[in-house]
């Protein structure tokens, strides 16, 4: 089982160089964790590639038709308590926005606090140096 954070999940939807590999690594596992609100922020960063032209609205609507693919066969971190609490604690420790924040957060919550328990798929590097100082083995592309 591995935690998949948004920028991983990203070129699942649209080409990227790093497309292929994330599409084996998810071939791979038996299961796939995602935080809650992964879709929200995929959604923010289609937006944002087709306001800078980089893809047209058909790509964006066939980006959010494999979002919704994906989304029925994962496992889902809900908004809880402790995701809420682990977040403000890793944003007191490590550099991080606050979305990521509650992605490491999520992870940790289903790692049920031992980080080493689960893989963590993330291409962004402050997001990695992050999880991994927590303790997750890192997977990229």
Known sequence: MRFWDA????????EEQTSGALRRRLSEDGEAVIWWG??????????????EKALTRADVTRAEQRLR???????????????????????RVHPLR???ALQLAAAVVAAEHE???????????RL????????????GA
Request: proline residues 7%; hydrophobic residues 50%.
């Open 115 to 125: 980080p080493a328990s689960l893989e963590f798929v993330v291409l962004d590097d």
């Open 128 to 139: 990695a140096e992050a999880a991994e100082r927590e303790g997750f083995v890192i997977r």
């Open 98 to 100: 606050a979305a990521d």
């Open 38 to 51: 992964t879709p929200v922020e995929c959604a923010s960063a289609l937006a944002r590639r087709e306001r």
């Open 7 to 14: 920028s991983a999940v990203v070129p699942l939807l649209v």
């Open 69 to 91: 693919r994906l989304a029925e066969a994962w496992l889902e971190v809900l908004p809880t308590d402790p995701v809420r609490s682990t977040a403000q604690r890793l944003l």
